[in-house]
């Protein structure tokens, strides 16, 4: 069973950081691309950065494009997201998933975690 379990969001002021952390289990998705998206309240899921396989090409939503870094462990089966300079507008509950291409349609991503929800106050 395909599990995605995410960590490390939390309550942090504007021009804070945190980083959140995504480990998978059931399989080994060396070959898949691994992402990231957000949804605030009442708003859609949005794509926030993804990583692709072998290469490790990253792309970014122009909105955290030089303050986010996602990075991938594939020895670990994880995926993380390094978040910097943090801006109220960056609340959301942020979810790890992967897809078996690079994509950052959230409907082309096969499996998603529970998501783990990040605060910024001003």
């Known amino acids: 069973q395909v599990q995605l379990v995410e960590s490390g969001g939390g309550l942090v002021q504007a021009g804070g950081s945190l980083r959140l952390s995504c480990v998978a289990s059931?399989?080994?998705?060396?070959?898949?691309?691994m992402g990231w998206f957000r949804q605030a309240p009442g708003k859609e899921r949005e794509f926030v950065a993804a990583i692709a396989p072998y290469s490790g090409s990253t792309y970014y939503a122009d909105s955290v494009k030089g303050r986010f870094t996602i990075s991938r462990d594939n020895a670990k089966n994880t995926v993380s997201l390094q978040m910097n300079s943090l801006k109220p507008e960056d609340t959301a509950v942020y979810y790890c998933a992967v897809a078996r291409r690079s994509t950052q349609r959230a409907d082309q991503y096969d499996y998603w975690g529970q998501g783990t929800q990040v605060t910024v106050s001003s």
């Open positions: 059931g399989r080994t998705f060396v070959s898949y691309c």
